[in-house]
């Protein structure tokens, strides 16, 4: 059974996580992932502080490198994963390069609407086609490891996920923070964090609201280096559905280019790509979105609009 | 396009008052186009505009509009240059080198303050600008007792901001670092990109040479000293990252030399350089002529082009196209891609100064070193 799960812009300049608590009405104490915070995991003071000290870290990181240390074997696995996937995204990116370039140049390109319209959309497709079949394959490849592997028999994997589990039993909600998106979503599925949720309310910021969308989109309009093109790295938790969240998104994307914002909000449709910046929530019951203020989506003809409820 | 200055000089009285609001209402040099017109007024013999563009001659003369004490000079100033210049004042036997007293943007350097034109569509990087929501890093600031050069020498440490004992970090070393520093906001720069995360966390070593022109040019002491001396003792002291691919080495004009001749000296233990503005003067037949300043210099050039290997793993080259060292760094970069390195040449509009090689930095230090942009969301 799911529970409220509510997205929120990032905390740390304006924190809103405890209003978002304090309005759901969740008492008690909160469990915390800080996992994509790597070895600063535990430097979770002015969170802590933030949520009136009622936060409880899980160690999502440091549990799985205790983990890693007991189990080498399981390490070596999931390195091997890791290089292959890390290939996998290589060549998927190489054709993504060509494919959105065509679509960019589709979209720009002078003519008549009644010959291009019908090309633009294919050539959209094309993208969606590709994205598409690399989550297949890196589905596959996750599959495969599980299949394999059996993490959660593994003696500290289990070991850690039952201690984790208890001290979710003693929560009233979880709290995910940002950071590496790939290493929380890795740590978070490995102790089957969100198999001891239940129904209770979620509140989760950049990297945390991406790892518990369905899909996790990587994205930066401007990179010192290479063209900017958004790519899909893999499934997400699959808490919440029908969004894209997209952390900062003032300041990493382009959002008065209506261009690369129409193909955005196209290609990921019928998803809602939704700008999550400062103060920004967003709450999924289950079954529909419920925007709160200033939170706005990428639209398909380029322009930015308030989200609504759906 | 009719330029403001020929306005001026065709439909108008040309008197004091026309002067004035002339004066007033434009800022100067007033950029149109690809022209810029630069404008001193005052009593003088000659005016002339003093600059360090190679190619052109270095001083340009104003003309004074007939009737008035108005000097104009027009100019080609091609898009998004920056151009570094003096206004030379000549009364008699007198000559007087002045900042424009109309342009307020300056650039300085360890020699003083140029004033600075920038050229249409130049924008100031907003990452050289200090970002309230940046965290800063801290510098440390040390005396290093050198065996190698046998004295003690002012070395400054930058750790990123949340420094941790138990992380590992990239390491930097920089020539030049005081000016760098000073001249170049390296810290601003260092803390922006991090924070941006368009460049990991990491340490820098900036290094001041008391006798740059002799240590920096292929000088052998220098290479042993931050390889064999230096690079051993930060890691003894710092927790860094004990990997060719985790060291760079960053300098500019000579510094780039000295940057290169360690690599090349030590092959394989640096793995990134940054090479800005490099004096890599050499010669194809003859002597050269720039004097004895750059005689181990080119020698270490020439000796470069006969036998490159593979001093490194990836290098980043600039310069500026209104420098004489253009050509030798064109010259050079064809050379360094053949040895299998990997290798990116970046040209800009601008001169061989510390604002040029500030405002490189991003492109090659996110290239050397790429952050975690496209995974971390903060």
């Keep these: ?310 | 396009m009719t330029l403001a200055i020929q306005q001026l000089e065709r439909g108008l009285q040309k008197g004091p008052a026309d002067v004035d609001a002339f004066l007033a209402e434009h800022d100067f040099p007033i950029v149109e186009g690809s022209k810029a017109t630069f404008a001193w007024r005052g009593r003088a013999d000659a005016v002339h505009l003093r600059h360090w563009i190679y190619g052109l001659t270095s001083s340009q003369p104003f003309h004074r509009l007939n009737g008035t004490d108005l000097w104009t000079l027009v100019m080609d100033v091609p898009p998004t240059s920056r151009v570094e210049y003096k206004l030379e004042i000549v009364r008699g036997d007198r000559h007087k080198l002045i900042q424009d007293p109309l342009n307020p943007h300056l650039a300085t350097d360890p020699y003083g303050a140029n004033s600075v034109v920038h050229g249409e569509g130049y924008v100031r990087p907003d990452w050289v600008e200090p970002d309230p929501e940046a965290r800063p890093g801290e510098l440390l600031e040390r005396r290093w007792r050198s065996d190698v050069f046998g004295d003690v020498r002012p070395l400054t440490v930058y750790l990123p901001a949340r420094f941790r004992e138990t992380r590992r970090y990239p390491l930097l070393l920089v020539h030049d670092g005081a000016d760098y520093l000073r001249f170049s906001a390296f810290k601003t720069v260092l803390d922006n990109l991090i924070h941006r995360l368009e460049i990991p966390p990491l340490i820098a070593a900036l290094i001041q040479s008391p006798d740059r022109m002799t240590e920096y040019a292929d000088d052998p002491r220098h290479a042993d000293f931050l390889v064999q001396e230096l690079v051993p003792q930060l890691e003894s002291e710092f927790p860094l990252l004990d990997r060719p691919d985790a060291r760079g080495l960053v300098g500019a004009s000579f510094g780039a030399v000295a940057s290169l001749s360690a690599a090349w000296r030590h092959p394989g233990f640096f793995g990134n350089l940054l090479l800005q503005s490099g004096s890599f003067v050499f010669t194809d037949i003859g002597e050269h002529d720039r004097g004895p300043v750059f005689d181990k210099v080119v020698d270490f050039t020439n000796r470069f082009r006969a036998e490159p290997g593979t001093p490194a793993e990836n290098v980043f080259v600039t310069c500026g196209q209104y420098e004489s060292m253009i050509y030798y760094n064109r010259s050079l970069v064809p050379l360094l891609q053949s040895t299998g390195m990997a290798v990116r040449f970046v040209e800009a509009r601008d001169g061989h100064n510390w604002e040029n090689w500030r405002d490189r930095l991003r492109e090659g230090l996110s290239w050397l070193f790429p952050g975690p942009l496209w995974m971390v969301y903060e």
């Design chain 1, 1 to 310: 059974m799911t529970g409220t799960v509510v997205l929120l812009g990032p905390q740390r300049l304006e924190p809103t996580v405890r209003d978002a608590v304090a309005e759901l009405g969740v008492e008690g104490r909160l469990a915390l992932v800080t996992a994509g915070w790597e070895e600063r995991e535990d430097d979770d003071g002015e969170l802590v502080e933030h949520l009136e000290g009622r936060a409880v870290n899980l160690n999502a990181w440091s549990r799985m490198e205790d983990v890693f240390r007991r189990d080498p074997e399981l390490l070596a696995g999931m390195r091997a994963r890791h290089d292959r996937l890390r290939e996998l995204q290589e060549v998927y990116r190489e054709r993504l390069a060509c494919t959105l370039e065509a679509a960019r140049k589709l979209l720009t390109r002078a003519g008549d609407p009644a010959l291009l319209d019908p090309e633009r959309e294919a050539a959209i497709e094309d993208v969606r086609r590709l994205d598409a079949h690399h989550l297949e394959r890196v589905h596959a490849l996750y599959a495969g490891f599980d299949e394999e592997w059996r993490v959660g028999e593994r003696e500290a994997v289990a070991q850690h996920r039952a201690e984790v589990r208890a001290l979710l039993d003693d929560c009233g909600g979880l709290c995910v923070a940002g950071g590496h998106v790939a290493v929380l979503r890795n740590r978070m599925r490995a102790l089957d964090i969100l198999g001891g949720v239940g129904d209770r309310p979620v509140f989760a910021w950049s990297a945390g609201a991406m790892v518990l969308s369905q899909r996790i989109v990587l994205f930066h309009d401007s990179p010192p280096q290479g063209a900017g093109n958004a790519e899909v790295l893999e499934a997400g938790l699959g808490l919440c559905a029908g969004v894209v969240p997209l952390p900062h998104a003032s300041r990493r994307l382009r959002l008065d280019d209506p261009t690369r914002v129409g193909l955005f909000a196209r290609r990921f449709a019928p998803d809602a790509c939704v700008a999550l910046d400062a103060r920004v929530r967003v709450t999924w019951d289950g079954a529909r979105w419920t925007p709160g203020e200033a939170a706005r989506r990428l639209m398909p003809d380029g322009a930015l609009a308030d989200l609504e409820a759906a």
